[in-house]
């Protein structure tokens, strides 16, 4: 049988999505902990794959996931023993039995991000795990116009992290908009910042992302923002991609993959 999982992880204490196996290092992954207690459950090893590859500190709302099973259990019954097994920073929010020729990472036609930041306000004690308690006075208004530049088709080349094993650096977009983010739109544990006015988001749907692309998106967002680089840096990045980015990168603690979008909905077997 093959399984459809849709899962929701504070990425704060995970190396990322992905198994590594790197001596004297902390190896904890999402991947990881799902394939561990998947094994234990059903008495055989499992292999998980993901939709996407998120980075250490990167969080998920909707991280979808594929595998194949030997078992008759009933798809309800697993998603309860694995929310049972698995560690307190990583739900089962869905299982669903699929086609054998679904995959997950294959298969998606749209992936969304969502960053967080805050503005106008200090970090609490408990704050700084789930969004970025930006330091610096920004001009909203001016970041909004410029996240329209990344719409469409282009090179991102010059908005990839330098490790990156890709074929091509094309991506296209679909949107990309950044603006105060409402209560109802904003993660549950976030909501109260929503509601307090100080609470930002960028939100940003595309066929695909390159490594660590959506936190180099947010950096020179927020540069621009600072006044420090203008929307004709960003066209020129687009224009003539390079291997220097920009701006810094945004820390990972604000960044989410919220949903993955399929062409068609996988078939129920």
Avoid at 41 to 52: R, Y
Wanted: one cysteine or more.
């Amino acid at each position: 049988m093959r399984l459809k999982l849709t899962v929701a992880y504070d990425g704060s204490e995970f190396v990322g999505w992905q198994r590594q196996n790197l001596p004297g290092a902390n190896n904890r992954s999402v991947q990881g902990e799902l394939e561990k207690s998947l094994r234990h459950i059903l008495g055989q090893p499992v292999s998980v794959q993901g939709a996407g590859r998120t980075d250490s500190g990167v969080h998920a709302l909707g991280q979808v996931a594929s595998c194949a099973v030997d078992t008759g259990m009933p798809v309800e019954r697993l998603a309860y023993a694995l929310n049972n097994s698995l560690p307190g920073d990583v739900r089962i929010i869905a299982v669903e039995a699929v086609d054998e020729d679904f995959h997950a990472r294959f298969a998606k036609s749209a992936k969304e991000y969502r960053y967080y930041m805050v503005l106008g306000r200090q970090a609490g004690a408990f704050d700084q795990r789930y969004a970025w308690f930006c330091p610096y006075r920004l001009d909203a208004a001016v970041m909004q116009r410029a996240a329209q530049v990344f719409i469409g088709e282009h090179n991102f080349r010059s908005f990839c992290g330098k490790s990156a094993v890709v074929t091509t650096y094309v991506r296209t977009l679909y949107h990309s908009e950044f603006g105060l983010c409402l209560p109802e739109d904003a993660p549950e544990h976030l909501r109260t910042l929503a509601g307090d006015g100080v609470l930002y988001q960028y939100r940003v749907q595309g066929s695909g992302f390159v490594y660590r692309m959506v936190r180099l998106l947010v950096g020179a967002l927020t540069a621009v923002g600072r006044g420090r680089l203008d929307e004709a840096a960003l066209c020129r990045a687009l224009e003539h991609p390079v291997e220097q980015p920009p701006a810094p990168a945004a820390p990972a603690r604000g960044l989410y993959l919220h949903h993955i979008e399929y062409d068609s909905a996988p078939q129920t077997c």
